[in-house]
């Protein structure tokens, strides 16, 4: 088969690799759609230690049912299909709670670090256990199919986050997460939700996909702005989706006392951190990585369009010119949000 390979650091070439033979529990999927992610990006260079050459990656997938082990029940071939980025044990302690996202012997599709090795997506066919598959409803796409990844992302975040009918909200970062968010706090009940980011066209984004109000951070006392937003109280909750110092101040900055801040974003391992105004304003702050058990949800939110796709789709290609599509997310080009390759185009 064929497959883009991360031969060394931001080097992709297209490969004839071997199609993958399902084990007893597993399925192997034609894939029909991979989404790029920022994580791919970010570790194409080496920086997050994740991405360690040669790896095939791709996580963000759906596709067709190709092959199944002689143990899989309850699913056939043909069907259409994603599956959970995160590939969980199901029998430690973590996943008998039912929080698979902290596994202990939890491997991440695409990736490959000092601790394991796991090929990926970016491929004509990859190789899942049965139990991280998840039908897709009759007539979606497979570009929004391999969608419900980040999307899960994103709702995971806003469901570890305490939020009442008519809160208000403020999400730091109008990246693809960010902007996911926007529209899973809207679906969650929030009243009011605020967008900010450095990038006017990220803003002009998020008030297409319902964010209340933009804030342009380049732009005067950002806390000052969402308190006149807010009644002079500032937010009740504010989710920060980018993982810097700068942005995690901001977010905690702009939430009123007794608030909730959630972090999903993890650009860097490390971060300052406002210590003594979360202690003495009594802040609640949470951490969110990946997901949960969110894929039925986000699955039923997409079909209905409370999530709406459409706009954060840049460009779909094939795997073919996976390399120079990487290369454009990597330079930070102007406008490109979600680029999604096709193995079989």
Not at 305 to 316: G, M, R, T
Request: net charge negative; glycine share 10%.
């Amino acid at each position: 088969m064929k497959a883009l390979v991360l031969e060394a650091y931001k080097e992709f070439a297209l490969r004839d690799v071997p199609t993958p033979k399902p084990g007893t529990g597993d399925v192997v999927i034609e894939v029909k759609a991979c989404g790029i992610c920022g994580s791919d990006v970010h570790g194409m260079d080496g920086s997050s230690g994740r991405r360690q050459p040669p790896v095939i990656m791709g996580h963000e997938a759906a596709g067709v049912i190709a092959e199944v082990g002689s143990a899989v029940t309850g699913w056939a071939v043909g069907e259409a299909v994603t599956f959970d980025s995160t590939i969980y044990c199901g029998t430690c302690r973590h996943c008998r709670r039912g929080e698979i996202n902290l596994c202990d012997n939890r491997r991440v599709l695409g990736v490959s670090c000092d601790d394991y090795r796991q090929d990926g997506a970016f491929a004509e066919y990859v190789k899942v256990p049965e139990h991280i598959l998840y039908r897709l409803p009759d007539g979606m796409a497979p570009t929004h199919g391999a969608m419900v990844e980040p999307v899960s992302i994103a709702l995971h975040a806003v469901r570890r986050t305490p939020v009442d009918l008519g809160d208000s909200a403020v999400v730091v970062g109008a990246g693809m997460i960010g902007l996911l968010v926007v529209q899973a706090l809207l679906a969650a009940g929030c009243e009011t939700v605020i967008a900010i980011d450095l990038d006017d066209g990220r803003l002009s984004l998020a008030s297409t996909l319902g964010a209340t109000h933009t804030i342009n951070a380049r732009e005067g006392d950002v806390a000052a702005r969402v308190k006149e937003l807010t009644e002079g109280r500032g937010a009740d909750i504010a989710v920060e989706a980018v993982g810097a110092s700068a942005t995690v101040l901001q977010a905690v900055e702009v939430v009123r006392k007794g608030g909730h801040v959630t972090l999903v974003g993890n650009l860097s391992a490390r971060t300052d951190f406002p210590l003594q105004s979360v202690v003495t304003r009594e802040i609640s702050v949470f951490g969110s990585c990946a997901s949960r058990g969110e894929y039925p949800a986000c699955l039923k939110l997409i079909n209905n369009k409370a999530i709406d796709l459409s706009p954060l789709v840049s460009a779909v290609a094939p795997l073919s010119e996976g390399a120079s599509w990487f290369e454009r997310l990597y330079k930070r080009e102007a406008g490109l949000m979600k680029v999604i390759l096709e193995p079989g185009s």
